[in-house]
């Protein structure tokens, strides 16, 4: 396909985080006839976020598994650790650093598709035949726009959290989270209470390296001193003093991730040709926040439609089912926030490791969400039955201070806030 004089490109993407760079080094790879520019207001890439996902590295990822598990373990407040394991699968652990490395060798190898940094894009409209995006460079004329910018979105519940990769020297006493250092710690030292569950997430990355994270479920985005007072007090609880001798932080990373998103606060224009994706676009599961696989598989689909000389894609809609399983499960969370520990503890207890991973792997069979149900108590998961989640989701990034911009390292160009809407949230993964 050649792009047409009037067009700079096929298609622009505008973002080129996780999922902008996915589809891009996919064009790059895949699909020679497709012109494509992608525009990011970053100026350079930094190790800023690390990627997990069940499973097998998805295709054109091969060899970026930085580390794996074969067993991951539950632990509630009380103590009881449930260890999961299922034959053959693997929890993956890619490094941002390395992800965006191998997805601009393959954008810079190829002739048809360009990274352009620094640039921030602004609004997009339609003129004629093409669609017209504004950015700090000046305008891009494309057939198509895939936009992956993060927006201000509203939800059911937040997911704040704030880790470090920190060299302890052996410090990090893991057998108190009930893991060894061979394990996963997904939820681990759980502690819930009236305004939500907090947990701590460990991945041992060596015999003296780890990333460990502490994470809070809230009604609403926190701030980002308070999570990371939690996090100091977590490590600190496991044997892990910041700033102690001995003890060295290698980076940090952190977010919020919006659980049961309802609406955007400013909806995308609804324009033939823009295609809005990535977390912004609905990548992520509602009831968990993971959308790294779901983006690969997305940017392979888009890619193969942009080759066809077809228009790209979204994400597809979640299905009826995983969709109300997920809004009852994340309200009923709102509802008892003293209980959620609880409520994952007799999941991890009670439901078999296979079927907790269809379900977290959006791969479910109805004996799987039946099992699910039957691990819950009934009476506070039925008073959820009513939708209310448009009544009680609460915007993102409103108040000062909130978590929105955690880690957010990056320069932002001068002219990017004059170029205005969406407002980028750098750093925050939605
Ligand atoms: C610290 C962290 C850890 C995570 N860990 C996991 C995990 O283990 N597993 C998992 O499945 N998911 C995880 N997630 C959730 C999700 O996968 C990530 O947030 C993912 O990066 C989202 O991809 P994205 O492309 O939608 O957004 P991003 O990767 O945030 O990319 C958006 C891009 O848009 C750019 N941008 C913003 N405004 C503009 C503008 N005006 N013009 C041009 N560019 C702009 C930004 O610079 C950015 O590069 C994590 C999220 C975070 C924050």
Sequence with gaps: MQPSPAYDADVVILGAGCAGLALAARLATTAPSVRAIAVDVRTRYDDDRSWCFWGDEPAGLEGLTARAWNDWVY????????????????????????????????????????????VAAGAVRRDGEALVVSTSAGELRARWVVDTRPRRQRALLFQCFTGVEVDHGGRLDLAALGIGADAVGLMTGMRADASGLGFVY?????????????????????????????????????????GEPGVRVL??????????????DVPAPRIPGLVVAGAAGGALRDATGYGFARMQQWADDCAAR???????????????????????????????????????????????????????TDRARLSDLLAIIASLPLLPFLAQLPDR???????????????????????????????????PLEQVAS
């Design 202 to 242: 460990v991945l041992p990355l060596s015999h003296s390296t780890a990333l460990v994270e502490w994470t809070r479920f809230a009604p609403h985005p926190l701030r980002a001193a308070e999570v990371r007072a939690g996090r100091d007090a977590a490590l600190a609880d496991l044997g892990v003093r910041l």
């Design 389 to 423: 989640s448009r009544r009680l989701a609460e915007p993102l990034g409103r108040r000062r201070g909130d978590l929105v911009g955690l880690g957010a390292r990056r320069p932002r160009p001068a002219r990017a806030a004059a170029i205005g809407k969406p407002e």
């Design 251 to 264: 980076r940090e990373e952190g977010g919020v991730l919006p659980m049961g998103r309802v609406a955007d």
């Design 75 to 118: 632990q509630a407040e009380a103590g009881a650790a449930h260890p999961h394991r299922v034959d053959g699968v693997a929890y993956r652990y890619v490094r941002a650093a390395d992800y965006y490395a191998h997805c601009r060798a393959r954008i810079a190898a190829s002739e048809h598709v360009e990274l352009r940094l620094g």
């Design 306 to 360: 942009l080759a066809r000389g077809e228009a790209p894609v979204g994400h597809p809609p979640e299905p009826f089912v995983r969709r109300h399983m997920d809004r009852i499960f994340l309200q009923a969370l709102r509802a008892h926030p003293e209980r959620s520990a609880e409520y994952f503890a007799r999941m991890a207890r009670g439901v078999a490791p296979e079927r907790l991973l269809r379900f977290l």
